[in-house]
Every structure is written in C-alpha cells, then in structure tokens.
DNA sequence: ATGGTGAGTTTGGATTTCCTACTCACCAGT
DNA sequence: ACTGGTGAGTAGGAAATCCAAACTCACCAT
C-alpha cells in the first residue's frame, strides 16, 4: 500500500492541466483520422467498395480494417449493402456525409503532389467535367477568392481558446 | 521445430495479395497522419508554437508530441526556432509546406461543423479579409467551379490502380 | 470430393500509446 | 542560500492497438 501522495510541484503541474480544446477539426479527426480510415473513404470514393479489395488497395490488415469499417457505418460515413443474397456478399459505399468529406482527400492530394512527387509522376490524375485536369483550390464561399493563411482571423467562441499569433482575434 | 506447410488455399491467397496502391493521398497521411499531428498544425497555424501550449491545447501526452515534433520538423513542414536564449526556450512554426496544409484543416473543419455541430454552437469562427465568416469551399482552379464528386473521372497513371465505381476512368 | 471466393473472426506476438514521474536549466521571491 | 515555479523535454512500465497468419462459414464450380 502506497501512500500516493503527491509532491506539491506535482500537484500544481496537475492544477494546471486542462481539458484539450473543443474543436470541430479535431472531433473530425477522432472519427476519421485514425490509420486507413481516409483509405477506405479513397477506395469507397472511387467506387472500390468490397472488404477484399479494401484489404488489397489499402494493404490494411483484415480485422483492422473491420474494426474501420464497423465505425464508418456507426458514424454515418459509410452504408453497407448486400449486393448479392445466397451467397451474401457486401459492399461498402459512401453517405453524403462521406461524399462530403472528399474535399478533405482531394486537398491531401494536392499537397502530396505538390510537395511528396514535386508534381511529377503522379500515380493518378483526376479529371474535372470542365475538362481540365483537376487542382483543387479552397475558395472564400461568401467572396468566391482563393483563402491565403494571412487572410484569416481566428474568433474564438468557447472557453479553453487561446490565439497569440497573427491569426489572433 | 514445425513444418510451415502452408495448405494451398492458403498459398493461393498469399499470391493475391498484393502491396497497397501508390498514392498521394496515403504519401501525406504517412507524415501527418499520425494521432495529433495535424492538430499540432492546427495550434501552430494559431500561433501557439510553444511546447506546453501545445501539451495543454491538444491534449496529447508530452512524449508522443515530442516525438510528433521530430517528425514534423524532420518532414519539413515544421521549423524548430528559439524565441530565448539562456532559458532556452524554443518555439515550432509552420514552413510554407505546413502553411499549404491549412486546406486540409480548412475543409475538415467544415465537415465536422456541419456534421458533428449542425452548425450551432460552433467553437471558434474564422474571419476571412473580405469580412465575411468562412465558409470553405473546394473549386476548380482551372475552371472555377464548386467541384461535386459527380463531375469527377478518376485516371490511374500507375500499376496497381483499378476503378470499378462511377469515377471510373 | 476438392478447391476457390468473399467476408470476415481468432490468435498471439510486436509495436505504440498513455500516464506518471523525473530531469535539467533557469529565474523569482524571501 | 533555499524554496518554488516554468519550459522542454526523457524514462519506465502498464494498457491499448496493430499486424500477419490462420481459421471459420457459407456458398459455388468442376
């Protein structure tokens, strides 16, 4: 039996431990950031939908990606349907909920072209309807201007924000 | 001593499987993927760049945000700098290349805003320069357009892509 | 009867995370 | 000079997760 007191320093480090922010980037993250989830939102995306081909595209162990899945669907990001009874066999496809996060995985792509293959010898290119090779850029939807870093101020909302840099409000 | 011979169905299914795809979009989720990391971005696109800042503000445990930072700063997408001298104290900021992942913030924030707040409630809101709220939006550089999933056709340029779904090229 | 496929589950070990504590260097107050 | 506090980590062990391979179960094909 310990005595489990704790040193006052200890004590004061603990008082000032808080709460992580709310936050809706990382409420997002807590149900789509874990490994392989975008991968699987990539191949349901793309049409890619059935647990062998997941495992095969995505290169993620079988009870993992179950694990995923199973999650996707609670969160509303993914339906499973059968698309044959007597043998049954499913297949995964996105909700709008999911389609809507594609501009998250088409910005990441970007940025790994951009910066991981400096732009050449990309594994895949996707095409727009207006028939230009598609690079996705993030507009102001009320001005319709691509959004800069220096062009954003941070208006903090709830408690447990603090902004000290230039985006501060 | 065991045999290791492995049934032939098993021997069948090894020979199907095959390495995941190459792909941008698991490239950039390889660096910043990892649990906490791009909320790591998120705090030092706010300006809070200091170590227990971030402890506090992200919630992470100080040995895998050590570790996270190493590994930034290592990708290139963080820069380590001391803002004192004798006490060392030190600060992360964005490099550009961190800065060009704000997209990816920016668009995973709207997601969660509307599908995990309905939009009330909102933790923080960012101003854009033209006054108005920002609201982020994933255009066609070329054309300009609001892109939808439908208006998209996905090329494979590399082995090891297939796409059977409606953005099938 | 044998083998093959799809969609997982089970098993057991390797790897990561998490938590608490600890260090080290410095500064501030008494 | 001593006590306490801050910033930026490191150390160590328990808990959670991941991973690869094997296994299940239901069906179909030869």
């Not at 006052?8 to 989830?37: F, W």
């Not at 690079?135 to 709830?158: R, S």
Request: glycine share 8%.
């Amino acid at each position: 039996m310990s005595w489990k007191i704790k040193p006052s320093s200890t004590l004061n480090r603990m008082a000032a431990t808080k709460d992580p922010r709310p936050c809706s980037i990382a409420d997002a993250l807590a149900l789509v950031g874990e490994k392989y989830s975008l991968l699987v939102l990539r191949e349901v995306c793309l049409g890619n939908g059935r647990f062998d081909q997941l495992v095969r595209n995505i290169g993620a162990p079988r009870d993992v990606l179950a694990t995923r899945l199973r999650r996707l669907v609670d969160a509303g990001i993914l339906t499973k349907r059968a698309y044959s009874e007597r043998p049954q066999r499913f297949e995964y496809r996105p909700t709008p909920a999911g389609l809507e996060l594609e501009p998250v995985l088409m910005t990441l792509k970007e940025w790994g072209d951009r910066h991981l293959r400096k732009g050449a010898d990309l594994p895949m290119v996707v095409e727009h309807s207006c028939g230009n090779e598609l690079v996705p850029q993030v507009t102001c939807q009320a001005c319709g201007e691509p959004v800069h870093h220096d062009d954003l101020t941070a208006h903090p909302q709830a408690p447990g924000w603090t902004v000290t840099g230039p985006a501060a409000a």
